[in-house]
């Protein structure tokens, strides 16, 4: 997700913690969207699983800081999270009329940008 911090990367952070521990549930994504300022629109980056792990691993100083001491497991699992918490979120934007779109993100950066920047120029 491209965002402004304060919104959606806090609650990847909250409802994703390192250490999987509990379900993921629409109502708490409701109450925690309702008591952040509302962004003009936002843009979700459709990746797969598999293609983030890819792209974690390869990073210069490898996985971030908050999966290397993940197993196999848990990290799979706190990316199954990410995936849920953005599918919950994704209904809560729908019923708050809150506009975004999803980016197909499984090829080039470049590729990948210049899909975000076509879909900001349509949804705005």
Partial sequence: IICDEGFL????????????????????????ISTM???DCVVILDVPIDVAK????RRTD???TS?????AQEYRQRLENMIT?????STVLDECDIPYTTVQNDSSL???SKRAA???????
């Fill in 9 to 32: 990367q806090r609650g990847n952070a909250i409802f994703c913690p390192p250490v999987p521990s509990s379900q993921i549930y629409y109502d708490d994504i409701q109450k925690y």
């Fill in 37 to 39: 300022p509302t962004p």
């Fill in 54 to 57: 890819k792209r974690m691993t």
């Fill in 62 to 64: 490898g996985k971030p």
């Fill in 67 to 71: 999966f290397k001491k993940s197993s």
């Fill in 85 to 89: 918490f953005i599918e919950l979120t």
């Fill in 110 to 112: 470049e590729q990948s």
């Fill in 118 to 124: 076509c879909e900001l120029k349509r949804i705005l």
